[in-house]
């Protein structure tokens, strides 16, 4: 799948398609469709993804992600499966307590063209600063909604029959649905839901907080989940990211400004948007501040490309500990004793110092779920529902059955040999059931690996007490 195809997924509705029975129709379309491709092209043009007009193919794939995308609503308001009416837009309602609203307010006509002529010269002049189609695609993602707010254009909802979520909310939705949907339209089989998940972090905010740096453990946490979940991102797309949301995520922007020379002009967009919400004292915080919890989903393409989470875990905590060893000096004299003690213990430690556990389950193994689901819908319904609405429910279903197992610390690699360097003289046994523990643990005395005991301690005789091994 082309970024050219995800741009599409991103733009296939105009961010004020509410509007459009009002007359609100700043670029002369027929159809809000035709209005979509016009306002795709003012965006894209000039840009390395072109403003060209989505081919049969493109179309096909992208209309159903948008059906696959769109909240249950679509289906439930009319027996026939697509509701053919229209509501005027009035406010937008918190789904969990409908007595939190927002009303729509949007511009009088006559100011309408102005704002959408500048937030199309603002996505335009990011997006034209891209290298490639994936940049591209990136600068596009970083900044459409953030350009929206940024002219003064209201928050306006998806549907207006039930105006739960935002039009940009189904935009960046059927944007994700995307990995999942074959060039048929199809759900694809191999397609995957991924959990990554930091067990016990707790303790390394504990950690944190007997040293002295309250913050210091949850931005460990928070760096560790987000360098895992980016070397997906890099590879398919910000999108593939469902939890936590990289919209509005200082950790994106910050990333993209360290990759690319637009990402400067995409994180100055941010901030300036985020002062607008927040105010500039609250603002300048977001930097410095963990928001990326312990836990994250993805969708992906592949199952296959699950199979590499640990890995991927790996290699960010890899780059954590050469940025912070990289960063340390600026704390105080590269020659202090507190820097030797702190770079020594960095130094040594195991690869993986953090646990993690991963689980994943594909569209294939959820999809008998999903059927049930719909059947037993369809049958208090009264008509026929595509099992592919339930498909989202029916991965997670089916995911968090599976055992999540975690994959500890691993202070030795699978040959035995210890990933650290020993602060002790005497030797160790690794365990026969997994070589990344210890199998024993000696309290006053010590075992050689050909059963030898020496003397540590008063108690000469002490027996070892044994992990793993004959239980």
Known sequence: MGWFDKAWALLHDPPYK?????????????????????????????????????????????????????????????????AKYWVKPA??????????????????PEQFGGRIESFVKNVNRVVREAGDEKEAYFALYAVYELAWIEAGLPALPADTRVPTHTIFDHLYATASVMNWVGDGGE????????????PGIQKVISSARKAGDYRAGSMLVSLAIWGTAWRYMDKHGPDVLLSPSPRFNP??????????GWGESALRLYRKVAGMA???????????????????????????????????????????RAMVLGELPLAGSTTGDVLKIAKAALEV?????????????????????????AREVSREAGFEVDPA???????????????????PVAWFDKGGAPRFVKRYGGPWIYSSLDPDQPAVLKLSGVVTPQGGQGRLGPDRGAEPRRVGQGL
């Open 18 to 82: 509410a509007l459009w029975p009002l007359g609100y129709k700043p670029l002369g379309g027929k159809t809000h469709e035709e209005e979509a491709k016009r306002l795709m092209a003012a965006l894209l043009g000039g840009t390395k993804l072109g403003g060209g007009a989505p081919d049969e193919r493109t179309s096909r794939i992208v209309a159903a992600a948008d059906r696959l995308a769109s909240s249950f609503d679509r289906w439930a308001l009319s027996t026939e499966g697509e």
């Open 91 to 108: 406010e937008l309602v918190n789904p969990f307590n409908p007595a939190y609203a927002a009303r729509v307010e949007p511009p009088p």
């Open 187 to 198: 759900p694809r089989g191999d397609a995957c839901l991924l959990e990554i998940d930091i």
């Open 251 to 260: 950790f994106l922007y910050l990333q993209l400004r360290r990759l690319y």
């Open 278 to 320: 927040l105010g500039a004292d609250v603002a300048a915080l977001l930097d410095k501040t963990p928001l990326v919890p312990g836990t994250a989903y993805l969708a992906l393409p592949s199952c296959s490309d699950a199979e590499r989470a640990v890995e991927h875990f790996e290699d960010a905590l890899d780059e954590i």
């Open 349 to 373: 430690a195991p690869r993986r110092y953090l646990p993690v556990r991963v689980r994943y389950a594909s569209i294939s193994e959820a999809w008998g779920a999903a059927e049930e689901a």
């Open 389 to 407: 609405r339930f498909i989202f429910w029916a991965l997670m279903k089916v995911l968090k059955e599976k055992p999540a197992v975690p994959h």
